[in-house]
């Protein structure tokens, strides 16, 4: 998360820059900095013009990327319940996985997280692949710990919780047999034997519709 001061700087910085170029540049009505660092993040954060359409209403200031304060968007971080901060268009793109263009288009079901939450699930997920190299017989323990457990408690465990977590994510909370989103979505085993070291392809994201006709014929719909 950036603090206020660094964006006070950032601000101050940029303010400094504008100033300089309008000793370069001469106005009928002068506009002040901070008008003009306004205007600037305004059509870049409100509007689909591309930067270098921006530029070029802005002449003789070079690249407007140093002038581009963080944006506060409306989505919610899954993590800490915070709203997510963007620094650039490329970055809500890393974040949302849609085009600036298409921003209209983010689901608002998805789990998304900030950068600091990220990077700390990020971190967790490194730790974890670090205690199975090292600590492999702790592994091995738990996994047969985990294969004794009744489904239902299973399922209740933060293993497969976090292993469904990412199963959905990797198939982009999407049925697989009919591509339905924006619905209820399962994490069904191709294989119980599976259970406490499943791999992605041991696992199917299916629909409520495609799960129930699964366990009714005991095949997937074609």
């Known amino acids: 998360m950036i603090s206020s001061e660094t964006l ?34 305004r059509l870049y954060w409100c509007t689909l013009e591309k930067v270098s359409v921006i530029e070029d209403q802005f002449r003789n200031l070079g690249p407007i990327r140093r002038f581009i304060v963080p944006h506060t968007t409306a989505y919610l971080c899954a ?21 600036w263009k298409e921003q209209a288009n983010v689901r608002k079901h998805l789990k998304r997280y900030c950068e600091t939450c990220q990077s700390a ?6 730790r974890e692949k670090y205690y199975e190299f090292y ?8 996994t047969e710990r985990l294969k004794k457990l009744p489904y239902s408690e299973y399922l209740e465990t933060p293993h497969w919780k976090k292993v469904r977590g990412q199963a959905l994510r990797r198939f982009d909370y999407t049925c697989q047999v009919c591509n339905s989103k924006n619905t209820t979505l399962h994490v069904h085993h191709r294989n119980y034997d599976c259970r406490g070291e499943e791999n992605w392809k041991d696992l199917l994201v299916l629909c409520d519709k495609c799960h129930e006709l699964f366990h009714k014929n005991g095949r997937l719909a074609k």
């Open 79 to 99: 993590r800490c319940n915070t709203k997510i901060m963007v620094t650039s268009r490329a970055n809500f793109e890393a974040i949302f996985k849609v085009t």
């Open 121 to 126: 699930l990020d971190e967790e997920e490194h």
């Open 8 to 41: 006070k700087k950032r601000i101050a910085r940029a303010e400094r820059e504008i100033e300089k170029w309008q000793k370069q540049v001469k106005f009928i009505e002068k506009p002040s900095s901070q008008e003009i660092i306004y205007e600037i993040n």
């Open 135 to 142: 600590h492999p017989l702790e592994m091995k323990k738990e």
